[in-house]
């Protein structure tokens, strides 16, 4: 085995131990954040300022009792979440989270795969992460769960293709599908008459953007999107039968998805780890703490959509916008060309 | 180690292929054990797809027979009942079930006590709204607003607490008045209440009103026409809502409703939004009205009668004169008869029209006591609305209906 | 000017096909609005060019777009003025801007105005493309757009089915006359390699007599159709189905006049041969005189009108063929006006009487509405020939003509049919407004017609008053000197006024007598129609039923027709034909139902074959080679 | 044995396993997942043959995309009708087992005995990467060479959009089953019944506008908007 | 045996689609009839990348992609059939479907 692949494998750990870390933190931070949004505390007994919550949490979790309903399908129903839990930190694999670094001699990529099909890749994952909740609404033998399971189905096929939709204006731009080289145009300058801004595709493709942001938000099943698990409605859809460790396995993929599709957005519309002073990872990190607030902030906010006006959202207004998009871009990229 | 447990369907396979007209419809069975059915309400919707082909409301969950309890009591004694109907608006149901005793006996309370009593049941009416507003933008997904409208409600709940003691089952109005003074600083608590909460209200709006997504959620969902608001027999908001100008306070005016100016807001179209805007519009009114009470209210004077053979005479007295302490002894060991007769008082409750009716056979305990609860009655009209919605909507009826299930199964 | 020139149909044209696209769904009733704007454009465009004309005695022409290009032949759509264009211009967009205005009032109310007013214009605008034509290709593309349009509008209450069927009779008979228009200038083509009008009528002698008479003739068969003479014209009256409006503007004013325009225009090939314009005038007097026999029989208000327009076009046709060629566009123009004035009145009085079209249950209603009234009466009166109204002069030429060329015979035909065109107009007078009143009064309330009708009706009493003096004094009028450039090598006679007098005399003389009659007859009452139907007997009953003309081609085409079809059908495509069909049909009926029972209709079954015979070729690949594996 | 070899006969045979695995399961469902994973070895397999494009593609489009829709179609299906009926026909599996068997074995044969002859072509390793990439490479050769085909393919699957959307509309000939509850009385008696001129009575009255296009009507009075029942009465009367 | 050899995805190729063929002639669920002729067209696939990829030819990956792009448009009018098709029998049994027979 060659150094290079095993440099690989050994950032993937990190990677993958960041994420959950992160993603233990994350609930934690959502929490507070929601809290102060709502003229509460939030957790603060445990630790220092409730620190400690959600590893209280986590080994609650763990030690909850198992339930299996009697009707499920034990298999599937077993199956289901580790799907969920498993496909969610895969797509973070294609994010850059810098240039190489040299450590103890060797070069090492602050990226796990360069793969020339990065952004694809990334959409190929998102797509495989949605059977974890089908199977898991229908493993359940719930009617809830059930029409959880069908409300994700729906609403995943929809919303991925307005997200990959949103993608081709960047990908248009760019002329490359991997991420690494997205992000090294990115760090390049715009010169607009005085103005020196960076070469962020967020400026480039406002639009894309935009929709970008709103299907990200559907695809991780986040309010105001998340229909399937819609607690008022369906006492928490597709996971309404799970409990103890299986059930935060879902709980955890969900916010690993959140950060991943943060992540991304932050690499291909906001420069990655550019940034004004001293590149590095923690541009990245800011950029993505900026979704993920506004995700929080969208939960605290806004109402849950129905269902019917979810689907047409997509459709009706969704869907024209970015192929429109798409139209522009194509037209302007063959101007710039010197095609047309 | 997992335990494997059966899933609890109340209904049976095949009495629910019995209850689709065919296998594309599906029988989901919402409740009694749902969040958003407010309380332990049970509703046998058929879907087909996500559309709702029939909805069933099924009641009794929390029947404690409260009715039946009351023809077991005595007439003072049933009070503390009516605390456990609506619970979200206790003062409320006192009012109105003291009010329908006072009016079997013919008397009435003191100037300053009815004053009181109005301004705690306008309160009641802001806490009973506050507690729907929150309910009802959680059910449908806005999460904050529950939070804020507790907040505010806090603020009510703690005057309730400085006046009688209960924050939720008050259990403060007696026969002929208040048998507690008032507390010094009550009255300063309800002006700054009437201060704050217009601020709160607006802050409510900026997040509610104009929100698309909340107005995609309520325009246009469970409209209901004025001719089916009738006949329903929909009262409060929900006859209001849909543009029909009845409320108790100006049609068949008790305390001193008549004294006061306000207005009633009625709704054009009889959707959610509508309702929702006539109720957050009458929270507006409740602010004018306890405000006018404070300036009308007399500073000084009595709480309660304390010569009338219907109520329990002063304490101090009792001790001191013969006929008092006879007339304590005989009230609290027999308790009082009221003449013969019967007797129906409905209040303006927040929910709609709240009627007791009393049949009273000249005994210390009534012969029959039938309450009229509004949102019983509202409730009806959830199919109605439901047929033809989505699943979504059911729990924004739901919510639009404003109940209680306590107050529902009584 | 000749530059605007385009504008002049491109307006009605943009009008139709915006009513037609917006109509039902934007437009409404604010279509008939577009549509008369459009049409007052045309007509206030028209007057410049007429001026022009008149002033430079030159033909304006405007070449818009070569239309059919094919090596050294090719077709121009090419607008072409001259003074013969020039006036059908003015009477084109003058009476169709008056038609317009009137049905404003008229169709108000009916759910398919926006469909009204766009076919309206569209035949406004065909109309115009038809004068304005400068080859026969366009013209006879256009004399089949404006045979569309009369169909679409004579149906425009398609729903009832007299009005489907008119429609449909409309189309038919007008094809056997457009048949032979097209065959004749299918035929000017081959003789002359063009079909333009300049080289054509440069070239008319370079032909034999007999074809140019057959080119004639064939023409004249189209006019047959279109200008409803003998045998064709059973169609016009039907087409009183159509909304009154339309029968005033495409079935008395412009379209059927087509047909006289068309005569009129090749004038120098019609001009050359003697015999065709015997045939013409023959076929003129004829129709004229049979048409006004019928008209005196008619009850309807509207069937009377329509027979007096054939036989109106009679005249026209007669004048042609004996030369009076001004006098026949002369009385073109004055007919339209006054023609046009009887049919917008007698559907302003079918209007005023709840769509009772019976003048039986009419009378009376002069004073019910006085200005319809005295507007019909004018136009009654410039129709019969009154001096010195329209009518009158133009007619009175035509008959003059009639003398001045030789045709004694036609003359007196003429002037009998004269004295029953005086007699069948007052009938309708006397009967519509005078006498009795034979409606229900109960039922029906007789009223008046709004303003936006009764302004367009004053407007062409007035024309219909006026207009004969642009040929005052006969046959050396403005009028006529105006018009000779357009026929060239024609010469205005020299008429003596005592000949002008004499004719004039007689005309006038003839026109009071059906007057008088017609006044003791159904106001004084003291001659009983019904006698003299009696007296007359089979000559009454022959004019009451047409000349039979209908049951005659029901015997001689339909039936005969019919019968054949029967048999084709019967015989030939029942036995002979589906016998074949069938027989193949059953045989592999008969073998699939043996094959059928092979069928299982398990998907399985049919995917196992496929599976069998992938197997069987791969195999038979693998066991005597192919090129497939090498 | 090398690396490559090693995976690809891995992948291979986890492909097979689990076809094999889709066409023996009872529950559909179970099925489906089991074609998820062979189309996910079939993707990894792709990769190993340099056709990275095409891996994506087909995991999008194969498993996310169309799995989905089986699944969500299993999950619409009632759930009574999904087990599968093997007792049915057995002489049919085991003609379908042998149909199978014989072709396996056909192939096979053909394999190890024929082989195809082919001029190798410009796009190995080298190639590809000196165009830049496989998607650089399919993507030129796509917009060059097979236009007409990439056209054909969008009408058919623009076909089969309406094609979908004409076999999913609402069944015509059934009334849209839910269906509204019919307002059971109408007590017009009500002394505080509606008004039948409510909405011109609006136009006068206090309106309070508020957000967008609603409006409230403020009523200062109990009679106000209302009609009683003797009012009714003379109403009628008069006309 | 160092190097891939062709024979090796042409025998996954095969196995595949007569694995496919064997569920479309042994199963009675359309959906999993249809199913198997998704893994039949996947099989195909193989073959096309991998004969492209012997030959160093981009062909067959593009055909490939027009084969997933046809069998995207035949899944959903073969799903919108199924959907007409338990919506008027209720069934899912390709057996019960016998219209062909008459």
Redesign the interface.
């Given at each position: 085995m060659d150094a290079n692949l095993l440099s690989s494998y050994i950032f993937a750990v990190i990677v993958l131990n960041v994420l959950l870390g992160l993603m233990a933190y994350m609930t934690y931070i959502e929490r507070k954040v929601m809290a102060a949004m709502q003229d509460r505390i939030g957790p603060n007994r445990t630790g220092p300022v409730g620190l400690l919550q959600p590893i209280a949490d986590g080994l609650k979790l763990l030690v909850k009792e198992d339930i299996i309903p009697k009707h499920a399908d034990r298999r599937i129903f077993l199956l289901a979440p580790l799907l969920s839990f498993v496909l969610a930190p895969v797509a973070a694999a294609v994010i850059p989270f810098g240039d190489s670094i040299t450590v103890f001699g060797h070069e090492v990529n602050l990226y796990v795969a360069d793969i020339n099909v990065a952004v694809l890749y990334f959409l190929a994952i998102g797509s495989m992460g949605v059977f974890g909740i089908i199977l898991g609404g229908y493993a359940s033998a719930n009617r809830y769960s059930l029409l959880g399971g069908l409300r994700a189905a729906a609403q995943v096929i929809s919303y991925e293709i307005i997200l990959g939709l949103s993608l081709i204006g960047v990908i248009i731009l760019s002329g490359s599908l991997s991420l690494v080289e997205i992000v090294n145009q990115q760090s390049e300058t715009l010169t607009i008459g005085p103005l020196q801004l960076p070469n962020w595709f967020i400026l480039s493709q406002p639009l894309a953007f935009i929709i970008f942001l709103i299907a990200a938000v559907a695809e991780t099943n986040r309010a105001p999107f998340d229909l399937p698990e819609a607690e008022t409605e369906l006492i928490g859809g597709f996971h309404t039968e799970y409990s103890g460790f299986r059930f935060s396995f879902f709980f955890l993929a969900e916010y690993i998805s959140m950060i991943v599709i943060s992540l991304f957005a932050a690499t291909i519309f906001l420069g990655g780890t550019d940034g004004p002073i001293q590149d590095g990872v923690w541009w990245l990190a800011l950029k993505a703490c900026i979704f993920l607030f506004f995700y929080i902030w969208l939960r605290t906010t806004v109402p849950r959509f129905r269902y019917d006006q979810l689907m047409g959202l997509a459709w009706k207004v969704l869907l024209p916008l970015v192929l429109i998009n798409i139209l522009l871009t194509g037209f302007i990229r063959l101007w710039g060309l010197g095609m047309l | 180690?997992?335990?494997?447990?059966?899933?609890g369907t109340p209904v049976e396979i095949s009495e629910e292929r019995a209850l689709t007209?065919?296998?594309?419809?599906?029988?989901?069975?919402m409740g009694p054990q749902?969040?958003?059915t407010h309380g332990v309400m049970r509703v046998v919707l058929t879907l087909?797809g996500?559309?709702?082909?029939d909805c069933d409301p099924v009641l009794g969950y929390l029947h404690r027979g409260v009715e039946k309890l009351g023809e077991t009591h005595r007439y003072s004694q049933f009070v503390p009942w009516t605390d456990r109907t609506d619970y979200v608006a206790a003062p409320s149901n006192n009012l109105g079930y003291i009010l329908a005793v006072e009016k079997l006996c013919g008397i009435e309370a003191p100037e300053r006590a009815t004053y009181w009593r109005m301004i705690m049941g306008e309160l009641a009416r802001l806490a009973s709204h506050l507690v729907w507003l929150g309910t009802h933008?959680?059910?449908?997904?806005?999460?904050?607003m529950s939070?804020?409208c507790f907040?505010e409600r806090e603020l009510i709940l703690d005057i309730f607490e400085t006046f009688c003691g209960a924050r939720l089952t008050t259990n403060m109005m007696e026969m002929g008045g208040f048998s507690r003074p008032i507390p010094e600083q009550l009255p300063g608590m309800v002006r700054d209440f009437c201060n704050v909460f217009p601020k709160m209200q607006a802050e409510y709006?900026t997040?509610?009103?104009?929100?698309p997504?909340?107005?995609?959620?309520t325009r246009g969902v469970g409209v209901i026409?004025?001719?089916?608001?009738?006949?329903y027999s929909l009262t409060g908001a929900c006859l209001r809502g849909s543009?029909?100008?009845?409320?108790v306070r100006?049609?068949t005016p008790y305390l001193y409703y008549d004294r006061m100016e306000f207005?009633?807001?009625?709704?054009?179209?009889g959707d959610v939004?509508?309702r929702y805007?006539?109720r957050m519009?009458e929270m507006r009114q409740s602010i004018s009205i306890i405000e006018q009470c404070m300036e009308q209210m007399p500073t000084d004077g009595p709480l309660a009668l304390t010569e009338s053979p219907y109520v329990i005479p002063e304490h101090d007295n009792v001790m001191k004169t013969a006929e008092d302490m006879q007339r304590h002894f005989i009230w609290v060991i027999k308790g009082f008869s009221p003449p013969k007769g019967e007797v129906y008082q409905a209040i303006e409750h927040s929910k709609g029209e709240l009627g007791y009716y009393l049949v009273s056979d000249g005994t210390p305990i009534p012969y029959r006591v039938r309450l009229r609860t509004p949102d019983f009655v509202n409730l009806q009209s959830l199919?109605?609305m439901a047929?033809?919605?989505?699943?979504?909507?059911?729990?924004a009826l739901i919510g639009t209906i404003d109940i209680v299930l306590g107050s529902v199964d009584r | 000017m000749s530059s605007w020139l385009f504008l002049i149909p491109l307006l009605p044209l943009a009008a139709a096909v915006i009513n037609f696209i917006l109509g039902r769904w934007f437009l409404q009733h604010a279509s008939q609005w577009l549509a008369t704007l459009a049409v007052a454009g045309s007509f206030i465009l028209s007057i410049p060019v007429f001026l022009e004309i008149v002033s430079d005695e030159q033909a304006i022409s405007q070449h818009l777009y070569t239309w059919i290009p094919a090596g050294d032949f090719d077709i121009p759509v090419t607008l072409f003025v001259d003074q013969l264009t020039a006036t059908m211009l003015l009477v084109v967009t003058g009476v169709g801007l008056l038609v317009h205005i009137y049905s404003i009032g008229y169709m108000h109310g009916d759910p398919g105005i926006y469909r009204f007013f766009s076919y309206l214009p569209l035949f406004v605008f065909s109309m115009l493309m038809l004068v304005m034509a400068n080859n026969f290709l366009v013209l006879f593309v256009f004399w089949e757009a404006v045979g569309l349009c009369s169909f679409l509008l004579i149906g425009f209450w398609y729903r009832r089915r007299s009005a489907a069927s008119a429609a449909k009779k409309a189309f038919i008979v007008n094809r056997v006359g457009d048949f032979g228009f097209g065959i004749g200038i299918l035929l000017i083509f081959v003789t002359y390699g063009t079909i333009e009008y300049a080289g054509v009528f440069d070239m008319v002698g370079d032909a034999s007599q007999t074809t140019i008479t057959v080119i004639a003739l064939l023409l004249f068969t189209g006019a047959i159709g279109k200008s409803a003479q003998l045998p064709l014209f059973v169609w016009l009256p039907d087409a009183m189905e159509g909304p009154t409006p339309v029968s005033a503007l495409i079935h008395a004013a412009t379209m059927v006049t087509a047909g006289i325009f068309v005569l009129a225009r090749a004038y120098p090939v019609v001009s050359q041969s003697a015999d065709a314009m015997m045939v013409i005038s023959i076929v003129g007097i004829a129709t004229a005189f049979v048409a006004a026999t019928i008209a005196v029989t008619q009850y309807d208000i509207k069937k009377v009108v329509a027979y007096s327009t054939v036989s109106q076009l009679g005249f026209m046709a007669f004048a042609i063929g004996t030369g009076a060629w001004i006098a026949a566009i002369f009385h073109l123009v004055t007919h339209a006006f006054f023609k046009g004035l009887l049919f917008l009145g007698a559907g302003s009085v079918i209007h005023g009487m709840h769509e009772e079209q019976d003048m039986r249950k009419m009378g009376g209603l002069k004073k019910y509405m006085p200005i319809t009234y005295w507007t019909f009466l004018i136009g009654a009166a410039a129709n019969a020939g009154i001096i010195p109204l329209a009518g009158f002069w133009s007619k009175d030429e035509i008959i003059l003509g009639t003398w001045l060329y030789d045709h004694t015979v036609i003359m007196v035909i003429a002037f009998i049919t004269a004295f029953f065109t005086s007699l069948y107009m007052f009938r309708a007078v006397f009967m519509t407004f005078h006498g009795e009143e034979r409606f229900n009064p109960d039922e029906v309330h007789p009223h008046e017609s709004p303003r936006i009708m009764t302004i367009p009706l004053i407007v062409l009493a007035v024309f219909a008053a006026t207009i004969g003096f642009i040929g005052f004094p006969p046959e050396d009028g403005w009028f006529h000197h105006f018009l000779i450039n357009a026929f060239p090598g024609l010469t205005l006679p020299d008429v003596a006024w005592s000949t002008i007098f004499i004719f004039a005399g007689i005309s006038t003389l003839i026109a009071l007598s059906g007057l008088f009659i017609q006044y003791m007859a159904y106001v004084k009452k003291s001659i009983s129609p019904a006698g003299i139907a009696g007296l007359l007997g089979p000559l009454y009953k022959l004019a009451a039923n047409r000349w039979y003309l209908d049951e005659i081609y029901d015997v001689l085409i339909v039936r005969p027709l019919v019968a054949f079809s029967m048999f084709l059908w019967r015989f030939v495509d029942a036995q002979v034909i589906d016998g074949t069909v069938n027989g193949v049909a059953t045989l592999v009926t008969y073998t699939s139902q043996q094959w059928r029972k092979a069928q299982t209709g398990l998907i399985a079954n049919y995917v196992f074959a496929i599976a069998l015979g992938a197997i069987i070729i791969i195999g038979a690949f693998m066991i005597f080679g192919s090129n497939l594996f090498q | 044995m090398a690396a490559e070899v090693l995976i690809f006969n891995l992948l291979s045979a986890v492909a097979i396993v689990s076809a094999v695995a889709m066409i023996t399961m009872r529950n559909p469902v179970h099925s489906a997942i089991a074609l998820v994973l062979t189309f996910v070895n079939v993707a990894a397999i792709f990769i190993m043959l340099r056709a990275e494009f095409l891996a994506a593609v087909q995991i999008i489009v194969y498993t996310g995309a169309v799995l989905v829709l089986i699944l969500f179609v299993l999950m619409l299906v009632n759930p009574d009708d999904l087990p599968e009926f093997h007792s049915g026909k057995p002489m049919q599996n085991v003609f379908g087992f042998g149909v199978g068997l014989i072709l396996l074995a056909e192939i096979s044969v053909a394999i190890l005995t024929r082989t195809v002859v082919a001029e190798p072509g410009p796009w190995n390793e080298e190639g590809v990467a000196a165009a830049g990439g496989n998607i650089q490479v399919i993507g030129q050769l796509l917009y060059s060479g097979y236009v007409l085909p990439i056209q054909a393919t969008a009408l058919v699957l623009l076909a089969a959009t309406i094609g979908a959307l004409f076999l999913g509309r609402p069944d015509e000939d059934q009334e849209p089953s839910p269906k509204r509850r019919t307002v059971a009385t109408i007590s017009l008696a009500h002394t505080r019944g509606a008004d039948d001129d409510l909405i011109p009575a609006l136009r006068a009255a206090n309106i309070k506008r508020e957000a967008g296009d609603r409006d409230l009507i403020m009523a200062r009075d109990a009679d106000e908007f209302t009609t009683s029942a003797e009012e009714e009465e003379k109403k009628g009367q008069s006309e | 045996m160092n190097e891939l050899m062709p024979e090796q995805f042409m025998f996954l190729s095969a196995a595949l689609f007569i694995i496919g063929m064997v569920g479309v002639l042994t199963r009675r669920n359309v959906l999993v009839i249809f199913m198997c002729v998704e893994l039949m067209l996947a099989s195909v696939n193989i073959a096309f990348v991998g004969f492209a990829w012997e030959f160093s030819q981009m062909t067959g990956q593009i055909f490939a992609l027009f084969v997933i792009a046809i069998a995207a448009a035949e899944a959903v009018i073969g799903l919108g059939i199924i959907m007409a098709l338990t919506r008027q029998r209720d069934t899912v049994d390709i057996n019960e479907v016998r219209e062909l027979r008459q």
């Open positions: - | 180690m997992s335990l494997e447990i059966t899933q007209d065919s296998r594309r419809q599906m029988v989901l069975n749902h969040p958003s087909e996500e559309t709702i082909v933008a959680l059910d449908i997904g806005a999460l904050s939070l804020y907040r709006e997040l509610l009103s104009s929100n997504i909340w107005l995609s959620r026409e004025p001719e089916a608001a009738i006949s543009g029909i100008n009845y409320d100006k049609a207005e009633v807001p009625l709704g054009t179209r939004y509508d805007l006539v519009e199919p109605y047929q033809g919605a989505a699943l979504a909507d059911v729990v | - | - | -």
